[in-house]
Nanobody
Framework: QVQPVESGGGLVQPGGSLRLSCEAP????????MTWYRQAPGKQRELVAS???????NYADSVKGRFTISRDNTKNTVYLQMNSLNPEDTAVYYC???????????WGQGTQVTVSS
């Protein structure tokens, strides 16, 4: 059973930064599209950022210019660098590994990010 594992969440003050990591062992990581989602209390899960196997990236408008997604295929890991955080970024952040063109995808269990003074 493939289980991506997120880490790096925590409590941060407004304007601060965090770097999330998601390791996905047991898959041919380099061919998977990796996506970060988030879900705030009482809201639907939303896409934050994604990166293809070729390195193309996509961001939600709300995080453009503040968040950066990257991947290290040698470590089976995707990262989300989050800068200029604000309280609206408070959510559980999830990592998803998806094999393009198939129904195969794996979700992590999430990591909590709380932005508060």
């Amino acid at each position: 059973q493939v289980q991506p594992v997120e880490s790096g969440g925590g409590l941060v003050q407004p304007g601060g930064s965090l770097r999330l990591s998601c390791e996905a062992p047991g898959i041919t990581f380099s061919i998977y599209v990796m996506t970060w989602y988030r879900q705030a209390p009482g809201k639907q899960r939303e896409l934050v950022a994604s990166i293809t196997h070729g390195g193309s990236t996509n961001y939600a408008d709300s995080v453009k210019g503040r968040f950066t997604i990257s991947r290290d295929n040698t470590k089976n890991t995707v990262y989300l660098q989050m800068n200029s955080l604000n309280p609206e970024d408070t959510a559980v952040y999830y990592c998803d590994a998806r094999l393009l063109g198939s129904a195969i995808n794996y979700w992590g269990q999430g990591t909590q990010v709380t932005v508060s003074s």
